[in-house]
């Protein structure tokens, strides 16, 4: 128990509002507590009246939202006794198993398609000590593998059909109402399995179920009247949840899996999602709306945040901002909305991505002062 004031992850800061008993021993980075950074030239270039936030997600341990749900997947693993966690994953996953497992002194096997992670995830999940299993099948693929192989190993799965996962996730929304005093009118994020979605309005309904004895904003997750978070909720709004994929990974927009996904955004390259029902109990709740971005759009988000906010997400992050701004200045995010988008990994994750999109933005020079010179005041004239 820390008794200063220094933070040591959500599931000490929330803990009343978690799966854990007293002595349970909790897993932990120092996950959550993660920036909500307002965002300033962007919404003053398209000229509209629009308070926008990024939930900085990429700034957990190991850079990416995956971490709030993998500090207790594994703290509850190790509660039960597991000795190894297996995960399938398009990367993020697998970099967060694969850390907390080292944290808990447990085993990590991680499928992931070949060729298909972006190198830093790759890199993570590696270095961890994880073991590696490289597919030649997609994320679905390896989902379907994981499902199998469960019930024949003494394996946890750590993916989000592992509902201590969506339980970590959920206090990212606590966060945001802890510091905004209130829900915000819209929450925008990227769709892949459609677990962090889901995660998000399980938080938001838990803050809003306010009344003593009485639940007053009911969601679909829990169990009505008898929910344990009855009276105790400290707000009485909830958002709009809109759910942005990209166009080549987009079942819930065709209205049906999607067996061969491709998109530039490597995390989110997603066909089947695990929680289909849940997400869309999400969008009918919460009055939302799923829709989809090209790879063009996403890496243009990608780049705006970077050059206009100093602000760097991994592609399928920039695909809630994407969204979001088109919504925007098409109004059907109205202005005066308070906006949150998610932003769900550290670019730094895929830095080759990064780099493709920026030809010719460095050149060679002379190691002289005179050259050096001369390409600063070429540049400045
Ligand atoms: C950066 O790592 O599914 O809709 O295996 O890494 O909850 O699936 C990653 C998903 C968005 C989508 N942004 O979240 C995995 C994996 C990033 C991600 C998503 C992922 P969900």
Known sequence: ???????????????????????????????????LVQLENIPR?????????????????????????????VTRAVEEGSRAVLCASTGNTSAAAAAYAARAGITAFVIIPEGKIALGKLAQAMIHGAVVLQIKGNFDVGMRLVKEVASE??????????????????????????ELGRAPDYHCLPVGNAGNITAHWIGYCEYAHHDEGEVTAACGFCEGASCAYGGRGVTDTRPVMVGYQAAGAAPFMRGAMVDH?????TAIRIGHPQSWDKAWKVREESGGWFDECSDEEILAAQKLL???????CEPAS???????LRDI????IP????????????????????????????QTVDAELDAVKDAILKHLA
């Open 1 to 35: 128990m820390s008794t200063g004031s220094r933070y040591t992850g959500l599931i000490e800061h929330y803990r009343d509002r978690l799966p854990v008993s007293a002595d349970t021993r909790v897993i932990s980075l120092g996950e959550g507590n993660t920036p």
């Open 45 to 73: 270039e398209i000229g509209k009246d629009i308070e926008l936030y990024i939930k900085y997600e990429g700034l957990n341990p190991t850079g990416s939202f995956k971490d709030r749900g993998m500090t207790m997947a």
């Open 153 to 178: 190993a003494p394996v946890t799965v750590v993916n989000s059909i592992n509902p201590y996962r969506l339980q970590g996730q959920k206090t990212a929304a606590f966060e945001i109402v802890d």
């Open 261 to 265: 996904p491709e998109t530039v955004a």
């Open 306 to 312: 970077t050059s206009r906010e100093g602000i760097f």
């Open 318 to 324: 920039a695909t809630s901002v994407a969204g979001a």
């Open 329 to 332: 200045q098409s109004g059907k």
């Open 335 to 362: 202005e005066g909305s308070t906006v949150v988008c998610t932003l769900t990994g550290h670019g730094l994750k895929d830095p080759d991505t990064a780099i493709k999109q920026c030809e010719g933005a460095m």
